[in-house]
């Protein structure tokens, strides 16, 4: 038998005439952090919920420690851990209340829980705040005690919905120690998110997009894989050079970032034949450059090559 901590199979779903989810697979391995990463409405929450029991898959199956999901939901609700997006604190108990709630609601012993409540202030430095009611911490707080709760029982399994979704950059890097610590200690995490720059701290990455996995990966043999050259297209404008650049590019070579406009140069035409082109059309830009594509390019460019999804 495959005891992989986790094996998704062509899972399929559909709400009404929505098709949520179509054919998603996902292997993890043990100690392993694990990115879904897409949009909002990509389908992350939906295979989240499957993977967890909560929902049923119309089609495909899902192998938790090498056991069927669907046929085994006691041992997959008791060994994985499940963070919600919307994860819901008692906000009228105190830091140590919640976590002692949840080691209840997992049946750990009082004096384990006891142990693991030390354990758990370490990591997520939440002791001195212990007697604070969860309504008055701050969001990033409210984050890590919502990990806290989940890692009370230890679970070997953990599966994460946007854990730093609205969360101070100082935060997000906290949580992000957090999880690196985690799976350094073995466990195995699949954690969602839609920043992008999320995706280089994860040890493998899927990229989802209306249901389906265009890509899936290490992140850096991703970013590898892109073999066009791309150039920066910086200036002080780029609404303008993005809709300037409609006429003389195909759509699905250019998009629209902060500092400018990054081109795909599909036909290899050069940088010196597109800095003419666009000096000959009075282009308003400041300077064009080669660079490096970043995650976000690689999944525009895979976005763009399955026809926008469709
Ligand atoms: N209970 C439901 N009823 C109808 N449609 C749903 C339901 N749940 C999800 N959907 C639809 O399925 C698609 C995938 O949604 P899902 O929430 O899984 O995406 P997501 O990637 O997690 O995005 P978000 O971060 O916004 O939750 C969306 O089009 C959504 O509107």
């Not at 038998?1 to 391995?29: C, H, T, W, Y």
């Not at 999901?69 to 008791?78: C, E, L, N, P, Y």
């Not at 969602?192 to 989802?208: F, K």
């Not at 892109?226 to 759509?251: D, E, V």
Request: with cysteine; net charge positive; aromatic share 8%.
């Amino acid at each position: 038998m495959n005891d992989k901590p986790l094996i998704v199979e062509n899972i399929e779903k559909s709400f009404g005439g929505v098709r949520a989810l179509r054919g998603v697979s996902l292997q993890l391995e043990p100690g392993q952090i694990y990115g879904l990463i897409g949009p909002d409405g990509a389908g992350k929450t939906t295979l989240m919920r499957i993977i967890v029991t909560l929902l049923k898959a119309d089609a495909g199956s899902v192998w938790f420690l090498g056991r069927n999901a669907a046929r085994d939901i006691t041992f997959v609700r008791r060994n994985i851990g499940y963070m919600p997006q919307r994860f819901s604190l008692y906000p009228d108990l105190t830091v140590e209340e919640n976590l002692r709630f949840f080691g209840d609601l997992f049946g750990v012993q009082p004096q384990v829980q006891a142990e693991r409540l030390q354990k758990l202030y370490r990591f997520s430095r939440l002791g001195p705040f212990k007697k604070r009611m969860a309504d008055a911490l701050s969001g990033g707080m409210k984050q890590k005690l919502a990990l806290s709760c989940m890692l009370i029982h230890e679970p070997a399994v953990m599966i994460m919905d946007e854990p730093t979704y609205g969360v101070d950059p100082v935060s997000r890097a906290e949580l992000w120690d957090i999880l690196k610590e985690l799976a350094a200690d073995g466990k195995t995490i699949l954690v969602s998110t839609a920043y992008m720059d999320e995706a280089l701290l994860c040890d493998h990455v899927a990229l989802i997009f209306k249901g389906k996995v265009l890509a899936s990966g290490r992140p850096q043999a991703l970013i590898r894989s892109m073999k066009q050259p791309l150039y920066l297209i910086k200036t002080q404008n780029a609404h303008g050079l993005y809709h300037a650049l409609q006429k003389l590019f195909a759509k699905n070579d250019f998009n629209l970032f902060g500092e400018g406009v990054h081109l795909f140069d599909r036909q290899n035409l050069g940088m010196d034949h597109i800095r003419r082109k666009l000096k000959e059309n009075h282009f308003p830009f400041d300077l064009i450059k080669p660079i490096e594509p970043n995650i976000e390019d690689i999944f525009l460019n895979l976005i763009h090559q399955h026809g926008d999804g469709e």
